[in-house]
T-cell receptor, first 114, second 113 residues
Framework: EPEVTQTPSHQVTQMGQEVILRCVPI?????FYWYRQILGQKVEFLVS????????KSEIFDDQFSVERPDGSNFTLKIRSTKLEDSAMYFC????????????FGPGTRLTVT | GENVEQHPSTLSVQEGDSAVIKCTYS??????FPWYKQELGKRPQLIID?????GEKKDQRIAVTLNKTAKHFSLHITETQPEDSAVYFC????????????FGPGTSLSVIP
């Protein structure tokens, strides 16, 4: 069964550095999302992306964040200048076009900012 | 925007007993309610979902009920097993098929052998 994949599984970075988290959604999916989960807390929506543009973003998704679909397969989340509070698990998800509602989550990237 | 509340935050049951988790949502436009199971360090896994035109749905030991009038929905797990131990999240999503999912705060379920 096709799955969403994410790399790296764990990223350690220093405060103020830029990081890029990568996702490969399921190939025939058209809607893409990033969520984050701070340790021990709920999963929070960051941004949704469709047709090469952002559909919706949350308050968390400020100017330090950006998303891109640089080619036909990858979907990236960039954090320009990381802060300690950006430490979290970041999940990518995708959904096919049509009546299905289910979002398929990737395994996540654990980001640790020191 | 949508807000999803969930209780209890922790739940311990004896193996074989039932577990019930309850959620409420705030936005009447929400019409899709998935439940996710998350094991430690893993991705959320969809275990069952329900749409607003249905009041109840069952899949083996798992059932969900939805009361749209009261904006309540619940997860019922019967004959619990140790492998059911995990964090369970209820969630809500709006009318479009590609809308974001808003998660509840989670319930940590422990099934004691």
């Amino acid at each position: 069964e096709p799955e969403v994949t994410q790399t790296p599984s764990h990223q350690v970075t220093q405060m103020g550095q830029e990081v890029i988290l990568r996702c490969v959604p399921i190939s025939n999916h058209l809607y893409f999302y990033w969520y984050r989960q701070i340790l021990g807390q709920k999963v929070e929506f960051l941004v949704s992306f469709y047709n090469n543009e952002i559909s919706e973003k949350s308050e968390i998704f400020d100017d330090q964040f950006s998303v891109e679909r640089p080619d036909g397969s990858n979907f990236t989340l960039k954090i320009r200048s990381t802060k300690l509070e950006d430490s979290a698990m970041y999940f990518c998800a995708s959904t096919p076009k049509g009546v299905t509602y289910e979002q398929y989550f990737g395994p996540g990237t654990r980001l640790t900012v020191t | 925007g949508e807000n999803v509340e969930q209780h209890p935050s922790t739940l311990s049951v004896q193996e074989g007993d039932s577990a019930v988790i309850k959620c409420t949502y705030s936005d009447s436009a929400s019409n899709y309610f998935p439940w996710y199971k998350q094991e430690l360090g893993k991705r959320p896994q969809l275990i069952i979902d329900i749409r607003s035109n249905v009041g109840e749905k069952k899949d083996q030991r798992i059932a969900v009920t939805l009361n749209k009038t009261a904006k309540h929905f619940s997860l019922h797990i019967t004959e619990t097993q140790p492998e059911d131990s995990a964090v369970y999240f209820c969630a809500a999503s709006m009318k479009t098929s590609y809308d974001k999912v808003i998660f509840g705060p989670g319930t940590s379920l422990s099934v004691i052998p």
